[in-house]
């Protein structure tokens, strides 16, 4: 059976990321964010993949295709791997969980969101968003926010939420 797949190569600029990465230099981008409301966990996954499904970028996965010493290819996956889970606890747990947040590898999960409920002096709910820094740089942060804010308003009014606008891989590779 043949696995279908299609793939790019890295650009240099992503080759210089890589390795910063391979070295143990650049690993995850993590941001921790504090929600104005809780958010039911369902409508966060269901949102979390709308906007995956519309940034290729966050389907994207590195890997050898033709084994262990060929060159790495971006590979965009069909459906988004992300993981959500929750935790709670106080500034100690949270500070713990974002560290956590920055060892997550990407065979485990490419986007990995963290609903934690802050307790003692220090009470709310807030996300950490964890992604390959390949896949997502502070700037993007904000982007992937705005878009995960809009899609859980479209999810919890029973709507999809979609983009027009987005660049993809082929409007620009090779």
Do not use: N
């Not at 709308?50 to 890997?63: M, S």
Request: glycine share 6%; proline share 3%.
């Amino acid at each position: 059976m043949t696995e279908s797949w299609e793939g790019f190569r890295l650009s240099r600029q992503q080759e210089h990321v890589l390795g910063a990465d391979a070295a143990g230099l650049a690993g995850r981008t993590v941001a921790e964010v504090r929600l104005a409301e809780p958010i039911d966990r369902a409508v966060l996954e269901s949102a979390a993949h709308d906007v995956a499904a519309a940034h290729e970028i966050l389907r994207t996965d590195y890997r050898k295709i033709l084994g262990e010493h060929s060159a790495l290819l971006m590979v965009i996956e069909d459906e988004p791997r992300i993981r959500v889970s929750e935790r709670s606890g106080d500034s100690a747990a949270l500070a713990s969980a974002v560290r956590e947040a920055q060892r997550v590898s990407a065979e485990e999960s490419p986007l990995d969101l963290v609903l934690f409920g802050r307790t003692g002096t220090d009470e709310g709910i807030s996300l950490i968003v964890s992604a390959p820094r390949m896949s997502m740089d502070a700037a993007s942060v904000e982007v992937f926010l705005r878009d995960l804010q809009q899609a859980c308003a479209a999810r919890l009014k029973g709507e999809p939420w979609t983009r027009d606008d987005i660049a993809q891989y082929a409007d620009y590779a090779q």
